[in-house]
C-alpha cells in the first residue's frame, strides 16, 4: 500500500509560530514571515498624544530608525509588554527608560537648567 503525502503551502500572514534559525545559528520560535519581530510597525508606531514626553520622543526616535519595539526590547532586555505599556498605560522606570535609549544608541543627560532654581539665589 502506497503512503500518501500532501504538502499545502503556509501563507505568508499565517500567525502561527515557525521555528527558524537565527544568525547565529540558533533556533528561534517566530511568527512566519508577514510579522517577525513587529515588522508591520516598522517606521510606523503610534505616539500617543497622552504619553510621557520622554516615551513620545523615545518612539519618534525609534520610528526615524526604523525600529520596532520588539526590537528595542530584545536590544536593551526591558520586556516587550512593558515598553508597549509606556505608550498607553503606564510611564517607563529611569532604569528600563535608559535602557531602551542605550539600544537606540542614546543616553539621558542631566542639563542645567536656565533660571529659577533653588539654591541659586
Avoid at 89 to 102: D, G, K, M, Q, V
Amino acid at each position: 500500500m502506497a503512503r500518501l503525502s500532501v504538502s499545502v503551502p503556509r501563507p505568508e500572514t499565517c500567525s502561527a509560530p515557525v521555528l527558524e534559525t537565527s544568525s547565529a545559528g540558533a533556533a528561534v520560535v517566530g511568527r512566519g514571515a508577514g510579522n517577525r519581530l513587529g515588522t508591520r510597525w516598522r517606521g510606523q508606531i503610534p505616539i500617543p498624544p497622552k504619553a510621557h514626553p520622554l516615551v513620545r520622543r523615545l518612539i519618534r526616535i525609534a520610528n526615524a530608525r526604523q525600529v520596532t519595539l520588539t526590537e528595542i526590547a530584545l536590544e536593551s532586555g526591558v520586556s516587550p509588554k512593558t515598553i508597549s505599556d509606556w505608550r498607553y498605560r503606564s510611564a517607563p522606570s529611569l532604569t528600563n527608560f535608559e535602557a531602551a535609549l542605550n539600544a537606540l544608541g542614546y543616553e539621558l543627560k542631566i542639563v542645567e537648567r536656565k533660571g529659577g532654581s533653588v539654591g541659586n539665589g
